[in-house]
């Protein structure tokens, strides 16, 4: 398929001021997040349908939110994904040039335990060891968060350990507990038959009156994981992200193939997963690209 004239002028527009000499190409650099997770699944789908639109692209696997926004903002990457509240953080806090480019779907943070474990509440993990995510990792920010705010008798014993090496760590018995904020389902937990989810719904209107109204009222649904009720947690959005000075007919071309292949993007199934222009545009404080606002415009008519 020829690339389109827009995806050709913001290319040429990403390759303005690049030598033979720095080695650098004309190609968009998407970096996307941990094996298993969600943020590589769309991330590869979404680099498949930019490809069928003409563009080259290459995916750079990360630890995810954080490592992604700070790649973007030294210049090691175009577009990521992100959760809310790194996103949040980065504008307000680290004032990072970085923009969205739409709120992709709900994220859902898992408390993962063993079944039997007798961890039943955030307040049973006081003395545990506990894995809140790689460090870099939007999950080890919100888990950190939730620690904070969960007033533990005694802090918990923490490690940062990537989603697969959690999974091991808690079979080993090197671990009791781990955080992971993802996709419902995501694959990895999907196919595993031992474990049960933590409750961490309450904590969601303290996290609100601290950091913001980053964090909403989830739901993992029932037979999710083979757990057979309904468990009640922490929602947080995932934002398509990019650097700030991303070409407008790029961030514009990206906007619109992401929207595009929506029913072919394989998207979480629970509550918030499937991408929706209304919801898209919702990106907080974080402010959406020229080109990304400017497509929203054109398709809102």
Not at 49 to 55: S, V, Y
Not at 199 to 207: D, I, N, R
Request: net charge neutral; proline share 6%.
């Amino acid at each position: 398929m020829p690339i389109s004239r827009r995806a050709f002028l913001g290319l040429a527009a990403l390759a303005t001021g690049c030598s033979a000499a720095d080695g650098r190409r004309a190609e968009l650099r998407l970096a996307t997040g941990v094996t298993g997770g969600i943020y590589e699944q769309l991330g590869d789908g979404l680099a498949r349908e930019l490809r069928q639109d003409g563009l080259t692209v290459r995916v750079m696997k990360t630890a995810a939110s954080v490592q992604n926004l700070t790649m973007m903002t030294d210049g090691r990457a175009d577009v990521a994904f992100a959760l809310a509240d790194s996103a949040d953080d980065a504008v307000r806090v680290r004032h990072q040039p970085v923009s969205a480019l739409a709120r992709v779907y709900m994220n859902y943070v898992h408390l993962v335990v063993r079944r039997g474990s007798g961890i039943a509440a955030v307040k049973d993990l006081a003395g545990r060891a506990v894995s809140i995510g790689l460090e870099g990792s939007g999950t080890a920010v919100t888990a950190t968060r939730v620690l904070a705010v969960a007033d533990l008798a005694e802090p918990a014993e923490v490690s940062r350990l990537g989603l697969d090496e959690s999974v091991q760590a808690l079979r080993d018995g090197g671990i009791e507990a781990f955080f992971w904020s993802g996709g419902v389902p995501t694959p990895v937990l999907a196919a595993l038959k031992d474990i049960e989810l933590v409750p961490l719904e309450p904590l969601v209107t303290v996290l609100r009156r601290r950091f913001g109204p980053l964090y909403e009222h989830g739901l993992v649904p029932a037979g999710v994981y083979g757990v057979g009720r309904p468990v009640p947690t922490i929602g947080t959005p995932s934002y398509l992200m990019c650097r700030a000075t991303l070409p407008d007919d790029l961030a514009y071309s990206i906007t619109e193939t992401l929207f595009g292949a929506r029913d072919r993007l394989q998207a979480p199934s629970a509550p918030g997963g499937r991408l929706d222009m209304r919801y898209a545009i919702g990106t907080g404080v974080v402010p959406l690209h020229p080109g990304a606002a400017r497509y929203y415009r054109y398709a809102y008519g």
